[in-house]
Nanobody
Framework: QVQLVESGGGLVQPGGSLRLSCQAS????????MGWYRQAPGKQRELVAR???????VYSDSVKGRFTISRDNAKDTVYLQMNSLKPEDTAVYYC?????????WGPGTQVTVSS
């Protein structure tokens, strides 16, 4: 079983930056892929970015060029660097991990982009 804890959310002005962190309770060497998803009020949860153990990344078109996903294997942590934030990025951001055939989710962290 994997426990995931997100941190780094908060309130930021449009154009600002935030860095989200997701720490896993197991070595992320053993996790096939980890990703960030988000869910805005009244909308479905959507993929933001994903990274595999080999370092391959996938981004949604809406964040490409603004967000960067990375992983620090020594800290068992995946990051989401978010730059040039827009009001439409406002959502609860969730981390997930695909581990031995199961998908695990963190509790989420709120990101609000507003002036």
């Amino acid at each position: 079983q994997v426990q995931l804890v997100e941190s780094g959310g908060g309130l930021v002005q449009p154009g600002g930056s935030l860095r989200l962190s997701c720490q896993a309770s197991v070595s992320i060497f053993s996790i096939y892929s980890m990703g960030w998803y988000r869910q805005a009020p009244g909308k479905q949860r959507e993929l933001v970015a994903r990274i595999t153990g080999g370092g391959n990344t996938v981004y949604s078109d809406s964040v490409k060029g603004r967000f960067t996903i990375s992983r620090d294997n020594a800290k068992d942590t995946v990051y989401l660097q978010m730059n040039s934030l827009k009001p439409e990025d406002t959502a609860v951001y969730y981390c997930n991990a695909l581990y031995i055939g199961y998908l695990y989710w963190g509790p989420g962290t709120q990101v609000t982009v507003s002036s």
